[in-house]
């Protein structure tokens, strides 16, 4: 008699679909289809319908991009106002960026902005996405308008476009508009210290006032300075998808 074949052994943990869904991929149904289509894997591997996944330890990705699969990751949108600091606390007691957001749970700035620079900044408690975001390697754009002393000449707008010469080395090409005499809009994707700031120096025209309007696909003008909201779950997906590994 021939014995049985072995079962094999079912991940525990909670069945992907549900785990989709719940992070916005839209109804089980749908995640059921994305997984039948082949575009979700786990840990690398191809998945398969009725997978299971340990949110804990597991690796999902949904047409290559990793998709935050925790419960309880937040995502806040924050319109940082000038003279607030970028840190969860500070010794001079300045006002600092956490203090304007839910307490809990305990969220961190993605990326930076100097006291002095106004505008957009994440925070979120979800580690893997905020260092993909932030990281230079990943691409995601930063826009800012760049209030600057005096009229950039071609000359300058051309430099700023190219590349500067700065202490740490040469910046990397950036889009750059003049929108209005002494106006700029500045593109890059670096996130050195101060780097706006120190590009329009270079070329002889310091910034008067810095304010960052987009990170990456996220951008909202009605939001006013000091106030926050969370991201929709598609605005989380689209900032995961500008933030994929290249």
């Known amino acids: 008699m021939t014995a049985p074949a072995p079962r ?10 549900k785990v989709l869904a719940r992070v ?9 289809e994305l997984v039948a289509d082949g575009r979700v894997t786990v840990n690398g591997t191809l998945a398969e319908l009725g997978r299971r996944v340990d949110v804990e330890t597991d690796q999902v990705e949904v047409d290559g991009v990793p ?7 937040v995502y806040y949108l924050l319109n940082k106002p000038s003279g607030v600091v970028t840190t969860a606390s500070d010794p001079s007691g300045r006002p600092t960026i956490v203090q304007l957001v839910p307490s809990e749970p305990r969220v961190f700035a993605v990326g930076r902005l100097d006291v002095a620079t106004e505008g957009l900044i994440l925070l979120t408690n979800d580690g893997e996405l905020a260092q993909r975001v932030a990281h230079p390697s990943h691409g995601v754009d930063k826009e800012y308008l760049a209030e600057v002393h005096g ?7 051309r430099r700023l476009r190219e590349g500067v010469e700065l202490e740490d080395g040469v910046t990397s090409p950036a889009k750059v508009a003049s929108l209005s005499p002494g106006l700029l809009r500045i593109t890059i994707h670096e996130g050195r ?17 810095l304010v960052r309007t987009r990170i990456g696909p996220i951008s909202d003008r009605s939001l006013k300075p000091g106030s926050w909201r969370e991201l929709e779950q ?3 997906l689209a900032l995961a998808r500008a933030a994929r590994p290249r």
């Open 24 to 32: 916005g991929f839209g109804s089980r149904r749908l995640c059921e």
């Open 8 to 17: 094999r052994e079912q991940p525990e943990g909670e069945r992907l679909q």
């Open 151 to 157: 009229v950039p000449s071609p000359a300058a707008i």
């Open 234 to 236: 598609s605005e989380v």
């Open 193 to 209: 210290n101060r780097q706006v700031r120190r590009m329009c120096e270079a070329v002889g025209h310091p910034v008067v006032r």
């Open 67 to 73: 998709v935050g699969v925790l419960p309880g990751l």
